[in-house]
Nanobody, 124 residues
Framework: VQLQASGGGLVEAGDSLRLSCVDS????????MGWFRQAPGKEREFVAA????????YYADSVKGRFIISRENAKNTVYLQMNSLKPEDTAVYYC??????????????????WGQGTQVTVSS
């Protein structure tokens, strides 16, 4: 599993962004996938996760109703659609893969592979 995240940028409050994370490996479809974020001076926190089939999704309360996680196994890609962005969403966003195919874990330690992160900055 080798994860490459992209799609970050500088936007204004209320705007949308879509992050992508591509796995160059051959076992993507068997992994649960998640997105985490880390703001300056803060710990890395759970944002969203999805099961290997895409049938189950999980969200942090802070993003529920605004962010949507999805995946395309044929493209080895997981997405994070971020709508109604707020300045407090500013962080480096990381995608991660877990051998737990349910993708239900919100724990940092449950994830086995990490991408390099992509910066999202939301101005007020």
């Amino acid at each position: 599993v080798q994860l490459q995240a992209s799609g970050g940028g500088l936007v204004e409050a209320g705007d949308s962004l879509r992050l992508s994370c591509v796995d160059s490996g051959r076992t993507f479809s068997t992994y649960g996938m998640g997105w985490f974020r880390q703001a300056p001076g803060k710990e890395r926190e759970f944002v969203a996760a999805i099961s290997w089939t895409g049938g189950s999704t999980y969200y942090a309360d802070s993003v529920k109703g605004r962010f949507i996680i999805s995946r395309e196994n044929a493209k080895n890609t997981v997405y994070l659609q971020m709508n109604s962005l707020k300045p407090e969403d500013t962080a480096v966003y990381y995608c991660a893969a877990t051998r737990d195919s349910t993708g239900s874990s919100r724990r940092f330690s449950a994830y086995d592979y990490w991408g390099q992160g992509t910066q999202v900055t939301v101005s007020s």
